[in-house]
């Protein structure tokens, strides 16, 4: 185990709040810095996996998310025009696991709440801009540190990226999408599971119940439209009335939810970035979550993946006294993992998000009948649940 360390956590997202929870246990001193002003998290939702859901629980935060959030039996989507069924992932194939729907908002304080209870410094307003040997470079020049080790969670375009010790591989990804977090609208739409519709690969429509921001709020769903963000704008000044005619045309039970859309800025856009660092370290500094590895969330594996950084940086430290060995552990922890979802990632995306005509009509077709065979069922849910390619437990 390396001797206590004082320790620059960057970034209090997912992985940064959980990693200073991690290491902060572990004995080391963690100062945790953001560029928000309040602790705010951004967003609508997202789909826990078996994978993150067991490192929640390795932090002692798993029960408290599973009381907020939705529990996911299913994913499932239809084409709007043919009916055919080009999305059908059930978990229990799995046996008991399953995934769990949450607002961002629930995760964020349940781990923020954690990281407040054991007394961790946070620093707020403070937006990273650089390392200087062993201090962080913040706004207006400020100077922290000397820090024996800088995490680097500061999401997909950090701008510590330049610091790994190998190339960054990224590429554009030209679809993104519309989020919101509505009310729930119960029937037709189940509330175990995540429903999509699409047309080709250019439209993709998303109900998910992510279940209560807090424990006496009502609960929500997100709902998300598949949008370029080269055309946010043009979307924006159309107005929303023509969209939503686009939508019901599409999908008609999602009237109930429109009706809660009253204004554009209700639908926030998030733009996907693809990249992998080759090397997720440097010296004095390790990347975690989006920072060292970023995708679309078809798969919807990115806070798995970074609670899965988190715990092998963490039993990468308990492990090798010397920072050098226990860096270059964690990277080998994670390296197989990371590349086979970033690469599964890379195919699977195009045929749910893209211009193509070709890779949508070959899902058409062939995803029906692939998701009828149950072993397809069980490599599907696996993918899914995050664990294939780790080791069974
Ligand atoms: C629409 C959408 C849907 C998704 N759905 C899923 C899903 O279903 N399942 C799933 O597992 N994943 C999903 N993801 C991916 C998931 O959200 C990310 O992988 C995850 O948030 C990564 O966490 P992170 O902590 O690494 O980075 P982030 O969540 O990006 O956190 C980065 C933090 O760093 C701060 N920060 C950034 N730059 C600076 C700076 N220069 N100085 C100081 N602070 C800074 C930010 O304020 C933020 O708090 C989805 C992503 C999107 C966009």
Redesign the pocket.
């Known amino acids: 185990m390396a001797a206590p360390l004082h320790i620059a956590v960057?970034?209090?997202?997912?992985?940064?709040?959980a990693s200073s929870l991690a290491l902060s246990a572990q004995g080391h001193r963690i100062t945790l810095?953001?560029?928000?002003e309040a602790p705010r998290p951004?967003?609508?939702?997202?789909?826990?996996?078996p994978t993150?859901l067991a490192v929640l629980d390795w932090l002692g935060l798993g029960q408290r998310i599973r009381g907020l959030g939705a529990r996911i039996d299913r994913l499932y989507g239809k084409a709007s025009g043919s009916g055919r069924v080009v999305l059908d992932v059930r978990y229990d194939v799995l046996g008991d696991e399953r995934g769990l729907?949450v607002h961002?908002a629930a995760l964020f304080n349940v781990l923020h709440d954690a990281v407040r209870a054991q007394g961790i410094e946070v620093e707020t307003a403070?937006?990273?801009?650089d390392l200087d040997d062993n201090s962080v470079i913040l706004n207006q020049d400020r100077r922290e540190g000397l820090f024996d080790l800088v995490v680097d969670?500061?999401?997909?375009?950090?701008?510590l990226i330049p610091h790994a010790a190998g190339p960054d591989y990224r590429s554009a990804l030209g679809y993104?999408?519309i989020?919101a977090s509505l009310p729930w609208p119960g029937a037709p739409f189940d509330v175990n599971a995540l429903e999509q519709r699409y047309d080709r690969a250019s439209v993709m429509i998303g109900v998910l119940p992510i279940g209560r921001q807090v424990e006496t709020a009502p609960e929500q769903a997100a709902f998300?439209w598949s949008l370029k963000a080269a055309d946010f704008e043009a979307w924006r000044k159309a107005g929303l009335d023509q969209w939503k005619h686009t939508v019901l045309g599409h999908w008609p039970d999602c009237a109930g939810l429109l009706d809660t859309v009253t204004d554009a800025s209700q639908m926030v856009m998030?733009?996907?970035d693809h990249h992998t660092l080759s090397l997720p370290f440097g010296r004095r500094i390790v990347f975690?979550?989006?920072?060292a590895h970023?995708t679309s969330?078809q798969l919807?594996?990115?806070?798995?993946?970074?609670l899965l950084d988190v715990h092998a940086l963490a039993a990468a430290l308990k492990e090798n006294a010397d920072l050098r060995d226990a860096l270059g552990s964690y990277a080998r922890k994670r390296r197989f993992h990371v590349k086979l979802y970033q690469g599964l990632s890379r195919v699977f995306t195009p045929f749910y998000q893209s211009d193509s005509t070709l890779l949508p009509m070959a899902r058409d077709h062939l995803v029906s009948s692939i998701s009828r065979i149950g072993p397809a069922q069980k490599l599907l849910a696996r993918i899914v649940s995050g664990k294939f390619g780790l080791p069974r437990t």
């Open positions: 960057c970034g209090a997202g997912i992985a940064g709040l810095f953001d560029q928000f951004l967003g609508s939702g997202l789909i826990l996996q993150g729907a961002r403070s937006h990273v801009k969670a500061l999401g997909s375009r950090s701008p993104g999408a989020w998300f998030a733009r996907y975690i979550g989006d920072s970023a969330p919807g594996q990115g806070a798995n993946m970074a």
